[in-house]
């Protein structure tokens, strides 16, 4: 596998309730968000959002601004999400904001949008007492080795982001 060169050129945009077990009891009543393992080949900038239905356009445009090639935003599937409008919200903003990179000639391929299981249903189980579904645990993982082959695929198959080299990343921006 190709690696990255050491400045980050994808920011990834990830639901704290996809892709992780549900919540398990801990003696603050605090649940750690646990992210899932990408295996990116190099630096990838990885936010963590409590939804992605909380991901405003401004955020991907900004991610593009500060230089990044490829955005990615990892959602829970619809019929899992712990808001339940927030993935489809997530699949709307995402729509619009490619016709927002096609207008401004960026190009809407380096937006991607994917979807992995949500814990809403777990974590429903487990608040009444009863066992959560089965773990597919390796349909999980070929699941994010698909998501990061995606994202490598479009990160090889376009020219750098043009912003980054006005200044955006490491140019000199306004960070």
Same mark, same amino acid.
């Given at each position: 596998?190709?690696?990255?060169?050491?400045?980050?050129?994808?920011?990834?945009?990830? #639901?704290?309730? #996809?892709?992780?077990?549900?919540?398990?009891?801990?003696?603050?009543?605090?649940?750690?968000?646990?992210?899932?393992?990408?295996?990116?080949?190099?630096?990838?900038?990885?936010?963590?959002?409590? #939804?992605?239905?909380?991901?405003?356009?401004?955020?991907?445009?900004?991610?593009?601004? !500060?230089?990044? !090639?490829?955005?990615?935003?990892?959602?829970?599937?619809?019929?899992?999400?712990?808001?339940?409008?927030?993935?489809?919200? #997530?699949?709307?903003?995402?729509?619009?904001?490619?016709?927002?990179?096609?207008?401004?000639?960026?190009?809407?391929?380096?937006?991607?949008?994917?979807?992995?299981?949500? !814990?809403?249903?777990?974590?429903?189980?487990?608040?009444?007492?009863?066992?959560?579904?089965?773990?597919?645990?390796?349909?999980?993982?070929?699941?994010?080795?698909?998501?990061?082959?995606?994202?490598?695929?479009?990160?090889?198959?376009?020219?750098?982001?043009?912003?980054?080299?006005?200044?955006?990343?490491?140019?000199?921006?306004?960070?």
């Amino acid at each position: 596998m190709e690696t990255l060169n050491e400045h980050p050129a994808i920011t990834l945009f990830v #639901c704290a309730n #996809c892709a992780r077990p549900g919540k398990i009891a801990s003696s603050s009543r605090r649940t750690r968000t646990i992210v899932p393992d990408f295996n990116w080949p190099g630096p990838v900038k990885q936010v963590i959002v409590p #939804c992605t239905g909380r991901l405003q356009p401004e955020h991907v445009l900004k991610a593009f601004e !500060s230089g990044s !090639s490829v955005v990615s935003v990892v959602a829970c599937r619809e019929d899992n999400c712990h808001y339940a409008e927030g993935s489809r919200r #997530c699949a709307r903003r995402v729509d619009y904001i490619r016709s927002l990179l096609n207008d401004i000639g960026l190009g809407d391929e380096r937006l991607l949008f994917f979807q992995l299981p949500g !814990s809403a249903a777990e974590d429903l189980a487990m608040a009444v007492g009863k066992p959560s579904p089965a773990d597919a645990s390796d349909s999980l993982k070929a699941q994010i080795e698909s998501i990061r082959d995606e994202a490598m695929k479009v990160l090889h198959a376009y020219p750098p982001n043009p912003l980054r080299a006005l200044g955006g990343a490491n140019g000199g921006g306004d960070e």
